[in-house]
């Protein structure tokens, strides 16, 4: 594999591919590519490619095999585990998938959309709104975020208790392998038992068996009504309660149960333009909960009158507010999403995406809480997340007044403390962001020998010549 700069010729075949418009060298050029929103990782490239057509994309990958050049494919550069970044010192090239951004085809009677990979999330939201349908999928980053990127981390999100991640809104994908062949795999079937699943292989595979070119996404009826509420909560076991309440009344129409902290309110109120504390009372959790059903409005505003009240009864539920307008809605959603940008401003910030069995979130955060605080007196924890789902963004903002790179200097050291309390409860260190760079030399402590073999030998018989995004997920031979 090419670890040193490409010859000039090589290049200028590359280049002859995609045209020069389409070929970036300039550094000036090049550096957006180079950089991932975390500011964790810089990496190094000779070029990057933006082809046009699947048949180019193919092009490149026959000349790579051929040349054993590695090649990483980049959708819009929202991951947050550097798997999109090329590695530093090395000469991987960047291929961009953002100019495949067709939308192909819709079907609204079959409920599904066929896109090119380069689409950005929000524009097929977008595209099944104007065909009155419901794309779920929806994410902070889904301004940016692009359809390949989305499949290739198995993105998950806000929507997944309801529709699933994004493995579940798929039905099937077109993928250019390591070699150049092309795999047209854009069934629409629902049902289809037909030997292995290769689909299920290159979702989540983070760029490391092919690159994905087109994907056929499902898309669901719009719902009928919608209600968001916000609950301040007096501990995480009133919000595990709470929540197993919202279950039982709302069934599949609970679309999304949020907790934050009081700190994470703080934090947002102070420095997201825009965002309030909705209350005017003080609360240790809050639970954001998101109800959405398809028979009537009326059923949406009954269920979560019905939830709150039952919520106070119980003494669950302290204060509660309803979003009364869509732009309530909005608000108090991107309250949420604010979370972690708010965080910024507060300093250094050491960010863990894990989930363990949702019934063991208490016992898991009082561990955690209590094993930071013995190693960092003073730290902030700033723990939220995808409740309903067991998933905990458990972020820890360094202590007021700390140096910055002192503190960030102990990532590691904090991600074994969580992450060795995650094991015991039989978790994941990765809930929805994926390996990438930043966790695949934990991954080989995570799981156990059998499965790291099957995985390598899986890499192998899709990526014989290791071109494919190299030491991303699994560390290359
Ligand atoms: C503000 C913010 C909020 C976020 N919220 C969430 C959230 O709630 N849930 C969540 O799951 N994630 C979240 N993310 C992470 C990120 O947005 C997702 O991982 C997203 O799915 C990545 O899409 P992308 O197009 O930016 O991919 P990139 O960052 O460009 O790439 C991600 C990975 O996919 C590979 N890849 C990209 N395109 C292709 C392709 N066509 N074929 C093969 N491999 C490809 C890359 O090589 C890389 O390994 C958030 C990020 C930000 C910045």
């Given at each position: 594999m090419t670890t040193t700069l490409p010859s000039p010729e090589l290049i200028a075949s590359f280049i002859d591919i995609v045209g020069s418009a389409n070929a970036l060298t300039n550094p000036a050029d090049l550096a957006p590519y180079?950089?991932?929103?975390?500011?964790?990782y810089k990496g190094t490239t000779p070029m990057v490619l933006r082809p046009g057509s699947v048949e180019e994309v193919s092009r490149i990958m026959k000349l790579a095999s051929a040349t054993r050049t590695a090649i990483v494919p980049q959708g819009g550069?929202?991951?947050?585990?550097?798997?999109?970044i090329p590695r530093e010192g090395k000469a991987d090239i960047v291929l961009s998938l953002?100019?495949?951004?067709?939308?192909r085809d819709i079907d609204p009677v079959g409920n599904v959309i066929v896109a090119d990979a380069g689409c950005i999330l929000a524009d097929i939201q977008k595209a099944a709104d104007d065909h009155d349908?419901?794309?779920?999928?929806?994410?902070?980053?889904e301004g940016s975020a692009r359809i390949g990127g989305n499949l290739s981390t198995n993105a998950g999100g806000t929507a997944v208790l309801a529709y699933g991640n994004m493995r579940q809104l798929c039905l099937g994908l077109e993928v250019v392998l390591p070699t150049g062949e092309v795999w047209d795999g854009l069934r629409r079937l629902?049902?289809?038992?037909?030997?292995?699943?290769l689909r299920d292989l290159f979702i989540g595979a983070e760029g490391t068996l092919g690159v994905i070119t087109g994907a056929v996404l499902r898309m669901f009826p719009k719902p009928l009504g919608h209600q968001v509420a916000f609950a301040g909560v007096g501990s995480v076991e009133h919000a595990l309660a709470l929540f197993d309440t919202a279950s039982s009344l709302c069934g599949a129409a609970l679309t999304g149960f949020e907790l934050m902290p009081r700190l994470g309110v703080e934090f947002t109120a102070k420095?997201?333009?825009?965002?309030?504390?909705?209350?005017d009372t003080v609360h240790p959790w809050y639970a954001l909960i998101d109800i959405s059903t398809s028979d009537s409005a009326e059923s949406a505003e009954r269920m979560v009158h019905e939830l709150l009240e039952q919520g106070i009864v119980a003494g669950l539920v302290e204060n509660a507010v309803i979003a009364t307008s869509e732009e309530q809605r909005k608000a108090l959603w991107h309250m949420r999403e604010s979370m972690s940008p708010a965080q910024k401003p507060e300093g250094g910030s050491i960010k863990h995406d894990v989930s363990v069995p949702v019934s063991s979130i208490p016992s898991f955060m009082k561990e955690a809480d209590a094993a930071v605080m013995r190693a960092m007196p003073g730290a902030r924890i700033c723990s939220f997340g995808h409740m309903g789902d067991g998933n905990i963004h458990y972020n820890i903002s360094q202590p007021v007044g700390a140096d910055k790179q002192a503190f960030l200097d102990r990532w590691r050291e904090m991600n074994a403390i969580i992450h060795g309390i995650v094991a015991k409860y039989n978790g994941?260190?990765?809930?929805?962001?994926?390996?990438?760079?930043?966790?695949r030399d934990e991954l080989v402590e995570v799981r156990s020998p059998i499965e790291i073999e099957l995985m390598r030998r899986i890499k192998h018989a899709f990526d014989p010549a290791g071109?494919?995004?190299?030491?991303?997920?699994l560390r290359a031979d």
């Amino acid at each position: 594999m090419t670890t040193t700069l490409p010859s000039p010729e090589l290049i200028a075949s590359f280049i002859d591919i995609v045209g020069s418009a389409n070929a970036l060298t300039n550094p000036a050029d090049l550096a957006p590519y180079l950089v991932e929103s975390r500011g964790l990782y810089k990496g190094t490239t000779p070029m990057v490619l933006r082809p046009g057509s699947v048949e180019e994309v193919s092009r490149i990958m026959k000349l790579a095999s051929a040349t054993r050049t590695a090649i990483v494919p980049q959708g819009g550069n929202t991951g947050h585990v550097a798997g999109q970044i090329p590695r530093e010192g090395k000469a991987d090239i960047v291929l961009s998938l953002q100019r495949l951004n067709r939308i192909r085809d819709i079907d609204p009677v079959g409920n599904v959309i066929v896109a090119d990979a380069g689409c950005i999330l929000a524009d097929i939201q977008k595209a099944a709104d104007d065909h009155d349908r419901l794309f779920p999928l929806s994410l902070g980053s889904e301004g940016s975020a692009r359809i390949g990127g989305n499949l290739s981390t198995n993105a998950g999100g806000t929507a997944v208790l309801a529709y699933g991640n994004m493995r579940q809104l798929c039905l099937g994908l077109e993928v250019v392998l390591p070699t150049g062949e092309v795999w047209d795999g854009l069934r629409r079937l629902k049902k289809d038992n037909t030997g292995y699943d290769l689909r299920d292989l290159f979702i989540g595979a983070e760029g490391t068996l092919g690159v994905i070119t087109g994907a056929v996404l499902r898309m669901f009826p719009k719902p009928l009504g919608h209600q968001v509420a916000f609950a301040g909560v007096g501990s995480v076991e009133h919000a595990l309660a709470l929540f197993d309440t919202a279950s039982s009344l709302c069934g599949a129409a609970l679309t999304g149960f949020e907790l934050m902290p009081r700190l994470g309110v703080e934090f947002t109120a102070k420095h997201i333009p825009g965002v309030r504390d909705p209350m005017d009372t003080v609360h240790p959790w809050y639970a954001l909960i998101d109800i959405s059903t398809s028979d009537s409005a009326e059923s949406a505003e009954r269920m979560v009158h019905e939830l709150l009240e039952q919520g106070i009864v119980a003494g669950l539920v302290e204060n509660a507010v309803i979003a009364t307008s869509e732009e309530q809605r909005k608000a108090l959603w991107h309250m949420r999403e604010s979370m972690s940008p708010a965080q910024k401003p507060e300093g250094g910030s050491i960010k863990h995406d894990v989930s363990v069995p949702v019934s063991s979130i208490p016992s898991f955060m009082k561990e955690a809480d209590a094993a930071v605080m013995r190693a960092m007196p003073g730290a902030r924890i700033c723990s939220f997340g995808h409740m309903g789902d067991g998933n905990i963004h458990y972020n820890i903002s360094q202590p007021v007044g700390a140096d910055k790179q002192a503190f960030l200097d102990r990532w590691r050291e904090m991600n074994a403390i969580i992450h060795g309390i995650v094991a015991k409860y039989n978790g994941s260190i990765s809930a929805e962001h994926g390996i990438g760079q930043l966790k695949r030399d934990e991954l080989v402590e995570v799981r156990s020998p059998i499965e790291i073999e099957l995985m390598r030998r899986i890499k192998h018989a899709f990526d014989p010549a290791g071109i494919m995004n190299p030491d991303k997920v699994l560390r290359a031979d």
